[in-house]
């Protein structure tokens, strides 16, 4: 049985972890814009490539595009934390 | 050519009518996405209703930076969500040529089924109309029997079933008598 009071798990000297919040929001913004522009990639192709109506497909490709960069900036403008 | 058709026209071939699933079905698959996008601006009431949370609710402020941030990712995850469904719910169709019926499912990206029956091998064409609603609005499922390998199309959720049923009755009546079948 140990006589001593637990002490706290501390990271060997020289080793240090720094994480803000506002790094970590940026990184969940950039994976979370990452995988968004595959998905759009993927859903535009299909659009492109199997809707046989350019009328219909251009329209809702530019309408996500916008509304996504419309969110995306709301999205940024929340993560310039000091 | 970048736009190229979902699949090959014969010579003279005409398309007749597309069929889609019936608008208001494809508004009900965006009801839950409505939901979610609704649901980060309700929580901090909803958090205030619930006597222990409610010091909860005063943490979510979307005019600070963190949780703006969190909802504006939340909101591009759920609109991307509900492009996707207005993606595949464009991708499935039946078109009606005068020659055949084409049924275009799409099951996911890159999962696609292209299957078509010559109107001359139709040998049945059933619709069912089930429900107050879906009687008021004219909304059914269509189910075509052929006689090839494929036994049977199909097309649940459509508007007109039976006029579209009509249409194809007499597009294979016609054919039949061209073919001599």
Redesign the interface.
């Known amino acids: 049985m140990p006589d001593q009071p637990l002490q706290p798990f501390a990271l060997p000297q020289g080793i240090s972890i720094h994480l803000s919040a506002g790094s970590t929001i940026g990184w969940a913004l950039l994976l979370v814009f990452l995988i968004w522009a595959v998905y759009t990639l993927v859903a535009s192709y299909h659009w492109i490539r199997y809707s046989h109506a350019p009328a219909v497909a251009l329209p809702a490709i530019i309408a996500h595009l916008a509304v996504s960069a419309a969110l995306m900036s709301f999205a940024l403008s929340g993560a310039l934390l000091p | 050519m ?5 699949f090959e026209l014969e010579s003279g071939e005409v398309v007749i009518h597309e069929a889609r699933k019936h608008w208001l079905l494809f508004v009900f698959e965006l009801l839950p996405y409505a939901i979610l996008a609704i649901i980060p601006f309700a929580l901090p009431g909803f958090l205030r209703l619930v006597g222990p949370l409610s010091p909860y609710a005063d943490l979510i402020n979307y005019g ?10 939340w ?3 759920v ?2 969500s509900a ?2 469904a ?2 595949r719910y ?2 499935n169709l039946w078109i009606l040529t005068d020659r055949r019926i084409v049924e ?1 499912t ?1 099951y996911h ?2 999962d ?1 089924e292209v299957s078509s029956v010559l109107l001359n091998r139709v040998q049945d064409v059933t619709t069912e109309v089930k429900g107050a609603l879906f009687s008021l609005l004219d909304i059914g499922n269509i189910h075509v029997q052929s006689a090839g390998a494929v036994d049977e199309f199909h097309m649940n959720g459509i508007g007109s079933p039976e006029a579209l049923r009509d249409i194809i009755l007499k597009k294979a009546s016609e054919n039949s008598k061209t073919t001599g079948v």
């Open positions: 970048i736009f190229s058709p979902a600070e930076p963190l949780p703006r941030a969190v909802l504006g990712i909101l591009l995850v609109w991307t492009w996707g207005l993606t464009y991708l275009i799409q990206y890159f696609r």
